[in-house]
């Protein structure tokens, strides 16, 4: 089907996007519990990954993606528009901060992101790479904010982040109302240090749910990464 990447009932073209599919979008689109019902968006949605599985995972839902980067808005609106969910899919070009300011508080159910997260260091010169990973064109402050003012109260808000930028994340997210209910620590092999944390948060703080999952084991994917992404991966 072209270049990109092949899942089983979509294909994603992401030449033009800032962020190749990866590993960690594929795991946050598959970890994520949505509402069935309400609107979703897809901050920062780069190919229109997450919002592909969503719309696969969840029929009754309709996905809003956002991205600062025109080039990748028009990429993901393509891949909707090839997919077989292309009627409940809509691309749009945002700077969140200011969308997120200009919706009423409250209206949406559903938020994935899987968000930039290098906030120091020698930046790619490549433009729209360098706006995916590096938090320069939107802080993980603005973020929160502009999460805690449109998340229903109801709500679910989705990320996923490197270990140390995930802890950070998470007693941010605290200081503007935001706690974390859901975390899944995740490690490449049982011996290797956990490398990135799948962050589930709400307005409401109630006990947090805690797990760990193992992506390699025996030289193979372990079992659990299989069930999770089995839906998705086409040698799974």
Not at 28 to 37: D, R, T
Not at 84 to 107: A, D, T, V
Not at 184 to 202: A, D, F, G
Request: net charge neutral; with cysteine; hydrophobic share 35%.
């Amino acid at each position: 089907m072209g270049r990109g990447f092949t899942f089983k009932q979509f294909h994603v073209d992401d030449h033009d996007c800032g962020m190749p599919v990866s590993t960690d979008g594929v795991l946050l689109g598959a970890w994520a519990q949505l509402h069935p019902q309400g609107m979703t968006v897809d901050i920062g949605t780069g190919s229109g990954l997450l919002a592909l599985m969503a719309a696969q995972r969840y029929p009754e839902i309709d996905i809003l993606a956002l991205d600062i980067d025109p080039k990748a808005t028009q990429a993901a609106q393509r891949n909707f528009q090839s997919s077989l969910w292309g009627n409940r899919l809509k691309s749009e070009n945002h700077r969140f901060q200011l969308w997120s300011k200009e919706q009423p508080k409250g209206r949406i159910y559903n938020i994935l992101c899987n968000p930039p997260y290098f906030n120091f260091g020698e930046q790619t010169e490549l433009i729209s790479r360098a706006t995916a990973r590096h938090t320069d064109q939107l802080s993980h402050h603005d973020l929160l904010l502009g999460v805690q003012r449109i998340l229903h109260k109801d709500g679910k808000a989705n990320f996923i982040l490197p270990t140390y930028e995930g802890e950070q994340f998470i007693q941010q997210a605290q200081s503007v109302g935001l706690f974390c209910i859901r975390l899944c620590s995740v490690k490449s092999t049982e011996k290797k240090p956990v490398t990135r944390l799948l962050i589930e948060l709400s307005h409401q703080p109630i006990s947090q749910a805690q797990e760990t999952l193992v992506i390699h084991q025996n030289g193979h994917y372990s079992s659990a990464f299989s069930a999770l992404t089995q839906a998705f991966y086409l040698k799974l």
